[in-house]
Nanobody
């Protein structure tokens, strides 16, 4: 069982930056692929970014590419989402997710919600215009 706790959300003006963190419990963090998803009001949850368990591969959705970066620190059991040049349309609840990846390739980055097993409670990001 993995518990995920997101932090770093808040209110920011358009053009600003935020860094989200997701801290995971347990001693096997390096065996999990990690992802960030978001859900805006009235919309379905969508993938934002993902990172393989060895951080050798990453994925960033086209809608945020060149603005958002995902990274992980296995020594700290933490995955990050650096968000720059934020836009009002980035306003959403951001969720961290983990996938047991022991049998995955070192380079595999899951992109679908149903590929992830564990989810955090989410952190609100609000971007004002």
């Amino acid at each position: 069982q993995v518990q995920l706790v997101e932090s770093g959300g808040g209110l920011v003006q358009a053009g600003g930056s935020l860094r989200l963190s997701c801290a995971a419990s347990g001693r096997t963090f390096s065996t999990y692929a990690m992802g960030w998803f978001r859900q805006a009001p009235g919309k379905e949850r969508e993938v934002v970014a993902g990172i393989s368990r060895t951080d050798r591969s990453t994925y960033v959705a086209d809608s945020v590419k060149a603005r958002f970066t995902i990274s992980r620190d296995n020594a700290k059991n933490t995955v990050y989402l650096q968000m720059n040049s934020l836009k009002p349309e980035d306003t959403a609840v951001y969720y961290c997710a983990a996938r047991t990846a022991v049998y995955d390739s070192w380079f595999y980055v899951p992109k679908m919600q149903n590929e992830y097993t564990y989810w955090g409670q989410g952190t609100q990001v609000t971007v004002s215009s």
